[in-house]
C-alpha cells in the first residue's frame, strides 16, 4: 500500500517557467512533510520541508503547499531554472516515528533551455 | 556541513558472495538508515538504527542485515548476495527527533 503517492512520472518545463510538482498522501498521521532532490549519481538533498501547522513555506525560489483536508502538497519552482533538472522525492513522516520517512516514487523534472 | 560517507560508489560482486557496504557519519547522529533506490520504485527502507546495537526492520529487509556497533557506523550485510539485489543502495543520517535525514553518495551495486 503505497501511502505517498507522486503520480506523474516526469515533467517537462520552459526555463524561466513555473514547475509544479504534486504529492498525495494517504496515512493521516502523517505531520510533516518533505522534498528532497537527486541528481543521478547522487544521493538525495533535502530541499524543503513543511509542518502540518502550517499550509505554506517558501525558501527562495521553492514554495511548498499543503492542503490536509485533501492530504496533497505540492512544490512550485519559479522561476525553473536547467540546473532544477533532477528527480524529485516527496516525503513524509509521523510524530514519534524515529525520523522514519515514508519516500513517493519520484518525479522527473527536466527544464528546457 | 554534516557528511554521510559510503564506502564504494560501485562495487561488482558474484551471486552467493557476502557483501559488506559501510556507512559512516560525522555529526552525531542517533538515527541511520539504509535505503534501496530502483527504476520507477522510489526509496526503499531496508532497515533503520536509532541507536548503537539498535535496529529495526524496513519494509524490505529479506535478504539484509544490518550492524552499528558505534554511533557513527552502519553496515549493510548482503549474506549471500542475489541477482535481484542489483540496485542503488543508499545511507542516510538525522539527530532524534528531528525529520531531515541527510544522505551520503550512495553505492551502486551490480551482482552478476
Known amino acids: 500500500d503505497q501511502q505517498v503517492k507522486q503520480n506523474s512520472p516526469s515533467l517537462s518545463v520552459q526555463e524561466g517557467r513555473i514547475s509544479i510538482l504534486n504529492c498525495d498522501y494517504t496515512?493521516?498521521?502523517?505531520?510533516?512533510f518533505l522534498w528532497y532532490k537527486k541528481y543521478p549519481a547522487e544521493g538525495p538533498t533535502f530541499l524543503i520541508s513543511?509542518?502540518?501547522?502550517?499550509d505554506k513555506n517558501e525558501d527562495g525560489r521553492f514554495t511548498v503547499f499543503l492542503n490536509k483536508s485533501a492530504k496533497h502538497l505540492s512544490l512550485h519552482i519559479v522561476p525553473s531554472q536547467p540546473g532544477d533538472s533532477a528527480v524529485y522525492f516527496c516525503?513524509?513522516?509521523?510524530?514519534?516515528?524515529?525520523?522514519?520517512?515514508?519516500f513517493g516514487k519520484g518525479i522527473t523534472l527536466s527544464v528546457r533551455p | 556541513d554534516v557528511k554521510v560517507t559510503q564506502s564504494s560508489r560501485y562495487l561488482v560482486k558474484r551471486t552467493g558472495e557476502k557483501v559488506f557496504l559501510e556507512c559512516v557519519q560525522d555529526?552525531?547522529?542517533?538515527?541511520m538508515f539504509w535505503y534501496r533506490q530502483d527504476p520507477g520504485l522510489g526509496l526503499r527502507l531496508i532497515y533503520f538504527?536509532?541507536?548503537?546495537?539498535?535496529?529495526e526492520k524496513g519494509d524490505i529487509p529479506e535478504g539484509y542485515s544490518v550492524s552499528r556497533e558505534k554511533k557513527e557506523r552502519f553496515s549493510l550485510i548482503l549474506e549471500s548476495a542475489s541477482t535481484n539485489q542489483t540496485s542503488m543502495y543508499l545511507c542516510?543520517?538525522?539527530?532524534?527527533?528531528?525529520?531531515?535525514?541527510?544522505f551520503g553518495a550512495g553505492t551502486r551495486l551490480s551482482v552478476l
Open positions: 513543511i509542518s502540518s501547522i502550517k
Open positions: 542516510a543520517s538525522s539527530f532524534n527527533n528531528k525529520n531531515i535525514q541527510y
Open positions: 538504527s536509532y541507536d548503537v546495537k539498535m535496529k
Open positions: 516525503a513524509a513522516s509521523a510524530t514519534g516515528a524515529n525520523s522514519k520517512l515514508t
Open positions: 496515512n493521516s498521521m502523517f505531520d510533516y
Open positions: 555529526m552525531d547522529h542517533e538515527n
